[in-house]
């Protein structure tokens, strides 16, 4: 059985989740999104990051000027109650705030602002042995949106366009990905994940203002590299730097760090895995799969019992604030 979705306010089955054709998100790819992983860590089931990914979901919708009928907090609550109810462990979960059906045309500001929260399960996003050994990935053709065109801080589905056009090019040609540059020529990212190279024992990724997405897993691995004493910089990086790094590699919530082993054909260090990419990925797997959380990164989801207690609680509550009032 396919699990239930938070739909507006209330859990929904799978196949009523439902939206109509003359949505506005349809017509002009008018939805903020986020995507977030829940982890069966040793220490229970757990989400990585939920306030960052939920403050991000808040702040794509700011930008684009639509107005959620709930604050970060709900939304938090909202995933967990999704997770919960689906009896799943480790999961991918998808919240998607869209401009729904009201009148026809661009101008989206008399459409509804409508919400839904949907998990399911996810494995390696990039293949089964890429977490291992590494992939094979291309320089696309396509260049990631400039500055002033799309934003990149909101993580706006129209933006995927763009990235579906990179990934498919790479798919086709025969790669895992591709790496976009900026309509500068620098170094910005993959379709779905943020790059890093390493040379010289120095890590090095693109800035924002590349018009990369600010990944909540990028700024989690700066974190983790710097704290075990490595030099992490965010400059602007010309393309040939690839084809000479020690080693590279991609982060992301479905990619998690993913080892690149070659770009258009060059083979990167040892074409495999290289030693700091398997540093940062042991200590990120500490955290998400042991459940040993330094950094306070895991939130804990509720199992199905603790639910019923709490639900337990809540109507002794009620009954006993009936009872006073009756009194
Ligand atoms: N750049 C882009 C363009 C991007 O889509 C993602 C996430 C990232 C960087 C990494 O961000 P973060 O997840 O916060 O570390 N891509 C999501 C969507 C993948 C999909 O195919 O859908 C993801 O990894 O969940």
Redesign the pocket.
């Known amino acids: 059985m396919q699990a239930s979705i938070w739909f507006n306010g209330k859990m929904v089955p799978f196949e009523n989740a439902k939206i109509h054709v003359l949505s506005h998100v349809i017509h002009y790819g008018s939805s903020v999104f986020?995507?977030?992983?829940s982890y069966d860590t040793k220490k229970g089931h757990a989400v990585f990051r939920l306030p960052?990914?939920m403050r991000?979901l808040m702040d794509s919708a700011k930008i684009n000027r639509m107005d959620v009928p709930y604050d970060q907090t709900e939304l938090e609550q909202a995933a967990l109650d999704t997770v919960t109810s689906s009896g799943l462990g480790a999961c991918?979960i998808?919240p998607v705030i869209f401009r729904g059906m009201g009148s026809m045309g661009v101008n989206p500001i008399n459409n509804p602002v409508e919400t839904f929260i949907a998990v399911w399960e996810w494995g390696p996003?990039l293949g089964a042995d890429a977490l291992e050994h590494g992939i094979d990935v291309q320089v696309s053709s396509w260049a990631r949106m400039a500055p002033n065109t799309l934003p990149s801080l909101s993580?706006c589905a129209g933006?995927?366009v763009n990235?579906s056009l990179v990934?498919m090019d790479a798919v086709l040609n025969g790669y895992a990905e591709g790496i976009m540059l900026s309509t500068s020529g620098y170094l910005a990212?993959?379709?779905?994940?943020?790059l890093f190279l390493v040379r010289d024992g120095e890590i090095v990724t693109a800035p924002t203002s590349l018009s990369?997405?600010?990944?909540?897993?990028?700024?989690?691995v700066i974190r983790l590299a710097r704290d075990r004493g490595y030099s992490v910089e965010e400059r602007q990086i010309p393309r040939e730097a690839l084809y000479i790094a020690d080693e590279l590699f991609f982060?992301?919530?479905?990619?998690e760090i993913t080892p690149i082993r070659s770009v258009d054909k060059y083979t990167i260090g040892s074409g495999t895995c290289g030693p700091i990419t398997r540093e940062l990925q042991e200590a990120f797997f500490d955290i998400v799969h042991r459940g040993n959380d330094p950094y306070d990164w895991l939130t804990g989801v509720p199992s199905p019992a603790d639910e019923l207690t709490a639900a337990a609680v809540s109507i002794t509550h009620l009954e006993s604030k009936a009872e006073l009032q009756s009194i």
């Open positions: 986020e995507g977030i992983r960052g990914h991000r991918y998808r996003y993580k933006n995927y990235a990934k990212e993959g379709s779905g994940e943020n990369i997405l600010p990944g909540i897993t990028r700024d989690s982060t992301g919530t479905a990619a």
